[in-house]
């Protein structure tokens, strides 16, 4: 806060005595101490996320957690990204290459139609698409082990005694209660940040549009991001809904720059790939949030009061005359 502090102070100094023109008025509010402090707090977020370092305690204590990481591994970066990779940047321009050189109209169409056939029904439907959901239907469950053992490893939480049939069926009851609200925000977050691409360079035309559409849509990437790995870290420690919700708009600077690099990395790469970069990298991000101490901004930033009205509108719509118990 000192070395902030006084940086800032000796920089306004300097543009309030140069003039009080309209750019150094600007320039002086960006480096006022709660600007400096934002700014901070945003890239050690940032930093925190890229700390790969610290994953190497977790690995080397618990063999649970290198076997669950190993599976992400397996299931979304060999077998479902490899299978993207080999369609679509081996088998098609393969095919395209043979198309262009056949010199046969009707071989043409055929190995056209063969090919159309097998991307859009053997591919798609009957593999990534299924694919797709086993991983969404997996990562649920190992998403949720791998926060537990990180967690215990962190002393974030004891680690479990026996295990109770009862006690496990109700945490895994709620585990699912959890997923599906966390997914409904994450949707409504998701569609609000689309929403906002589409609609801002068309109120503000030309590239300062195209660029604040852009921004806004990483930013709420970052922040569903990095809501989804801390999520499971604070269910661990027995928060509730509400209070969890309340901790993340709290802390809005540094979840900001915690989501940033896998926000960025997910919004230049296509579409599967990117789906399958995020589940093959996400049990780190797990863990590197089981390590986070993330300091309180100076005030709340109501990130999830429109998503979570919306969410409470339906959940009221579908289950009528019943009140959704918080969390």
């Known amino acids: 806060k000192g070395p902030w502090t006084r940086t800032s102070f000796t920089v306004g100094t300097v543009l309030w005595t140069a003039g009080k023109s ?8 960006f480096c006022s101490p709660p600007m400096f402090q934002l700014v901070w707090r945003f890239f050690r ?17 618990s ?4 076997r669950r990481i ?3 591994f397996l299931l979304n970066g060999v077998i479902f990204l490899g299978s993207v990779v080999l369609v679509n940047y081996v088998l098609v321009p393969f095919l395209q290459d043979y198309l262009q050189m056949s010199e046969s109209v009707q071989s043409m169409r055929v190995v056209q139609f063969g090919a159309t056939v097998f991307r859009f029904v053997c591919y798609y439907i009957l593999w990534l698409y299924p694919l797709y959901a086993l991983s969404f239907v997996l990562g649920m469950v190992w998403h949720q082990d791998i926060a537990t053992y990180a967690c215990v490893i ?12 009862w006690a496990a069926l109700s945490k895994g009851v709620s585990g699912v209660g959890d997923e599906f609200y966390r997914l ?17 360079p068309w109120l503000i035309p030309g590239w300062p549009g195209q660029y604040l559409g852009q921004f806004g849509c990483c930013l709420a990437f970052a922040w569903i991001y990095s809501f989804y790995a801390f999520d499971y870290i604070w269910v661990n420690e027995g928060r509730r809904m509400r209070p969890r919700i309340s901790h993340f708009e709290a802390h809005w600077a540094y979840f900001a ?11 230049m790469l296509p579409v599967f790939v990117s789906d399958a970069a995020y589940a093959m990298l996400f049990p780190l991000l ?9 300091q309180r901004d100076s005030y709340r930033l109501p990130i999830f009061a429109l998503p979570t009205a919306v969410v409470d509108a339906m959940v009221t719509i579908v289950l009528p005359g019943k009140r959704r118990k918080e969390r």
Do not use: Q, Y
Not at 154 to 165: D, I, L, M, Q, T
């Open 22 to 29: 309209r750019a150094a008025k600007a320039l002086l509010f």
């Open 45 to 61: 977020g940032f930093l925190d996320s890229l700390a790969l370092h610290r994953l190497f305690r977790f690995l080397i204590k």
């Open 63 to 66: 063999s649970k957690l290198r």
């Open 70 to 72: 190993a599976a992400c």
């Open 154 to 165: 962190a002393c974030r939480r004891p680690p479990e005694s026996e295990a109770n049939v």
């Open 184 to 200: 409904l925000i994450a949707l409504c977050l998701t569609v609000m940040a689309h929403l906002w691409t589409c609609l801002v």
């Open 257 to 267: 720059g915690f989501g940033t690099p896998v926000a960025v990395a997910s919004m």
């Open 286 to 294: 797990l863990v590197l949030a089981a390590t986070a101490r993330p």
